[in-house]
């Protein structure tokens, strides 16, 4: 059982590098809008800078729009611009 709560704290990361990595907001960005209570974690406003989330599992999302975010898929895509 240690070793399953273990792998789940593996998967946690700071919010506001999550929004980072996906690129709605800088680091220090994030934490303004985490601030402001604009970001929620499975429909609950989050307000702590240090919050931890599981970019896999929760739903995460922002006010602009409240579009859910998930990680970009392991493969990469390319524009291949013809003529260039």
Request: overall charge positive.
């Given at each position: 059982m240690a070793a399953a709560s273990g792998r789940n704290e593996m998967a946690l990361e700071r919010l506001q590098k999550i929004l980072s990595r996906a690129g709605i907001?800088?680091?220090?960005?994030?934490?303004?809008?985490?601030?402001?209570?604009?970001?929620?974690?499975?429909?609950?406003?989050?307000?702590?800078?240090g919050t931890k989330a599981d970019p896999e599992r929760d739903d995460i999302r922002w006010t602009e729009d409240s579009s859910p975010w998930r990680p970009k898929s392991s493969t990469s895509r390319s524009t291949n611009l013809r003529g260039m």
């Open positions: 907001a800088s680091r220090r960005a994030g934490e303004k809008m985490i601030a402001e209570g604009r970001i929620s974690v499975n429909r609950s406003v989050v307000t702590e800078p």
